[in-house]
């Protein structure tokens, strides 16, 4: 339990919101580039995000399938 402070000494700091609000919308991008994107296998597309580079195509997702129905 803490004592509520009054508004006239309540601080906000503006470039920690606009920061966290950056970093949400990036987040979103991200999720929405995933869902979206028809190009990359979806294995490849999870790893990057997370910054790895050097996935090979996993050859199962819809995208993979797409490419090479035979699979
Ligand atoms: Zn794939």
Redesign the pocket.
């Known amino acids: 339990m803490q004592e509520r402070v009054p508004v006239q000494y309540l601080r906000i700091d503006m470039l920690r919101i606009a920061e966290r609000r950056r970093i949400y919308e990036a987040k979103i991008d991200a999720v929405q580039h995933y869902a979206t994107n028809q190009e990359l ?4 597309s999870l790893v990057s995000y997370f910054g790895e580079s050097d996935a090979t ?9 797409k490419k090479n129905p035979a699979a």
Request: aromatic content about 0%; overall charge neutral.
């Open positions: 296998c979806r294995t490849q195509p996993c050859g199962v997702c819809d995208i993979c399938l």
